[in-house]
């Protein structure tokens, strides 16, 4: 977290002609706090206080949700991060990178699409700017530049504000609350006169510019914690400028500054946090009475470029070089502008003006200067008389008339009019407090005996997470939607093509690769329907929707010509409905990347049911079972787009239960080891009046919590936790609920561990590798790794693993099991060591792997190499083929008619009969080979109920003994002799009638 700022620190020895100048005495500054540790509240970041992230530049990560993907930037190029620093190039004057993503309007519904969790979309979290005002960010430009922050709401309602940005590392603080707007859509579109739901920064304003970025914050304004730093001095300069920094070097930048003036023998210097990271700080101060020293850590002694602006008149031959500005006056009206960097002089404190400089000749110069509301104009100006050779100029600035308030501008004429031809170099310009100097003093610096610690209260949880317990396709189908065989998607329409592409390596939309097993389709050209992977469609093994309640898919589309992100959406159908009667959720708006989309499905509404209905109020999800019936058809409509040769890959898509517990359940979370955690349930998604777990104590050796669950009652339960230090409480909700259920039987399988990395007696020196693949019949929990027994960190299985896929196919946790990661191990000393790796399940049981290896000086090792994506595309057929269907319908009263649709791509079809809705009772109608695509049948002159009987008989089609769906009827609507007694009997008649149509 640097600030680069450079400075020049050599001493000169300068020769002072005809001129006293008063001798700097010698300096006694000494810092008295912090003199031990020291602890500040950090202030609360939206980034990291709502969404538990923050913008610390770590890197990237699936879902968008960590620092700023790619797929949110515009107008950039050559993105990377390394060592908490995001790089990028811009390719325009208007580069972007999108903070929080604005939701848009579906035109055709009124209404904003659905929040895929693990993407930051303002919908989810609209910023409270009551709460939180301060922009802050820590960046590197090679040149000044101007910087822009956008808010917005919308496409058509935003505003602008602009800031100046200084070559080199700064942290720059931006007020949102009373920055001035300088551009916008409209009124009312100040910071405080909404909850905005997007925001975006435009780093700098010139195309070309390699910029670095450390980190970004969003604060607020009245929760940072504070500590003063205290001084003592009675001699030498009576300003005291006090900084923060990270490392034992303030010259090559700082992370906060405060001037003040000594008062008496001493003082103190408020710092707050709202320009820093959480972290420690060495402290650091410097007796200085120069503006620029002080204001920037950067003197005007032309070390550097950017000690000038850019607007140079009548002046030819510009230099900045070994500390002098050179140039040749090639005009009547010679001048430049010292660089304020955008902030402003208090002209009742600072006046007077040192320069020293070397003239070809004799002559005036002048010095100029303005104020905010004066703009171009000058408000004053004072001359000095220059003669040839080096020599030092003082000004009094104090005495001229204009020189009031704040000066925002200080332009100087090296010469006021004529001398045409005469060179000058420029050593210093010295603005001072108090007297003039000859020599301009490099920084001394003086270190406090003490550092001053930052909270660092982040934290979060992984178990339980969103994505839920035991899932679906596994448990119930035995055959999960990873996309590792054809058999996971069961029917593909409107695409131009399509394929199953396991062990393959794709490259998504934002250049990164990505390995495993894949779904992909192709777009067809004026196509106006969504593509339609079909994922399952069985009514004998439907889904109870009370139960299976959270769905997610991973997957990604080709940007679109157009620019815009693509919409996914979620369909699904009730097994009692209507054949053609399917239920879609609203839009989903995706990412250009690799990402993982979440939805709660208790949560989720029918888009006709727009506007939404009021929270608590059935959905068309859960609604299913609870009016006795299953979803028997579910699908994901991956992309929009109606343009050839655009594409849509889907990864996988688990429908999962709530995490599910009977005698116990292992609560996990990310935090550090020094912190405790206090952990509670609550009935409701509250952070507050929660009934107490237990507690991650201080100094622990694990971040797993073993959640008693054997006498609580049966129910749905809600976590949350908190961390608290100094006066900071920092409350995360777990992603997850935890449903439990005392006649569920306990989860007795232990999680499969393979521990690849590192082998029995492996030596090694400065790093030790970590490979394998683990994975869980229900949900894994979290793996740990331990060296000679103590915590060292959790390992994250994010990566495919072939080996893993090929043994448990049909694990949904087989799809992403496996991690490939090296570790620092130059702590450890030499000799034997015992690693061993411990992963948990949600239920706790715990597998285990352990090593012995021997760390060596020198020793090497060879990195595991795993088998490189070698596997065929396998195609899908295509659709284009028809979907065979069954529709059954009364004639005249009497008569069944059947038709069969489409069945003339089928082998053979087979119609049965059933009045059970599991068809446990099932007859067959008729079993034939078609010799047309669309068959009819009748079964005439059927009996109707005798009166008061009820009942429905049910119909399913199978084409090559694949079940394509069923219609009942309902036996009241016959009207026959009433000679039937029950649906049974009705169903036998329905068998001895139905015969082929001619």
Known sequence: MRNQLRFSLLLWVLTAIGLGFPVMAGADLSITQPASGAVMGHCHDYFRYEWGSPLNMNGPSSGALNDIPQTHQLGVSGYSYSGGI??????????????????????????????????????????????YRYFNVRMYSPQAAEAQIMWRESVTRWAITTFHVSAGWKTYTIDLASAP??????????????????????????????????????????????????????????????????????????SDKQTVQRVGSGG????????????????????????????????????DSDEITSTLIDISGTTISGGLLSGTVSGVHPQFNLNLRNATIDASVFRYLSIRANYSGAGIGEVFFYTPASGSTPVGSEQFTFVSGWN?????????AGWAGQISRLRISPIAYGGVG??????????????????????????APSTLEVNNLLWAFKQPDHRGGREFSQHVVANTWNMNEIDDIRVVTHVASAEILPHNQLIDPAGVAHTGDFFRAYTITGNGDPQYPVLYFDTERCIDTTRYVNMCFRGWNTTESNGFNSVARFIWHNALADRLTYF?????????????????????????????????????????SQNGSCADFVRVDMSESTEAGHYSVLDYMHIRTDHEANSAFAIVVDAPLNRAVSLFYNSNASTSGGTPIGTLPVDRNTNVFLWDTSALPDGSYYIYGSMSRAGNDLRYLAGGRVVVNHSLADDAVAPILNCDRPSESQLFDTELELAGYVLDDVRLATVELFIDGDYVKTVTPSLFSIAARDLYPHYAEANRPGFHEVIDIRGLGLGAHTVRLVAMDTAGNVSSCERTITKSTGATYTPISYPAPDASPISYPLDGLPVPEINVRIQQKVNLAFTLKDVGVCGSARVVGATKLDFSDAV???DIAPSAMDVTATARKLPGPAYGVKGTMRFRLYCDDEDRGFKPINIRKLKGPKKSKSAAALLKAVGKKIRLDP
């Open 422 to 447: 005469t060179s000058f170099q420029y050593d210093f310009v010295a603005l001072r407090t108090s007297g003039y100097v000859a020599t301009l003093p490099a920084p001394a610096y003086v270190q």
């Open 268 to 303: 103190s210097v408020a710092f707050d946090s709202h320009d820093l990271m959480p972290g420690t700080y060495r402290v650091y101060g410097m007796q200085n009475n120069d503006w620029a020293t002080m204001t920037h850590l950067n003197p005007w002694d032309f070390s």
């Open 181 to 254: 707007v300088v551009s916008s859509s409209g009124a009312n579109i100040g910071w405080t006169q909404d909850h905005w739901e997007g925001l975006e920064f435009y780093p700098v304003n010139i195309a070309g510019l390699t910029v670095q970025i450390d980190w970004i914050q969003l604060l607020s304004d009245d929760d940072c914690g504070t500590f003063n730093a205290t001084f003592t001095s009675t001699s030498g300069d009576d300003r005291i400028t006090m900084i923060l920094d990270t490392d034992t070097n303030p010259a090559n930048g700082y």
């Open 86 to 131: 995001m790089s990028m190039t811009t390719t325009t004057g208007a580069g972007i990178v999108t903070l929080l993503s604005y939701t848009p309007v579906d035109p055709i519904h009124g209404n904003k699409g659905a929040i895929p969790i693990g993407s930051r979309y303002g919908e989810a979290k609209p910023i409270n700017t009551s709460k």
């Open 392 to 400: 030092n100029y003082t000004i009094d600035l104090g005495g001229v």
């Open 924 to 926: 067959t109608l008729l």
């Open 584 to 624: 879609d959720g609203d839009d989903i708006i995706m990412n250009r990347s690799n990402a993982e989309y979440c939805l709660d499905l208790r949560n989720i509404r029918h888009t006709e049911t727009e506007p939404p209905q009021p929270g608590g109020s059935p959905n068309q999800w859960t609604a299913i």
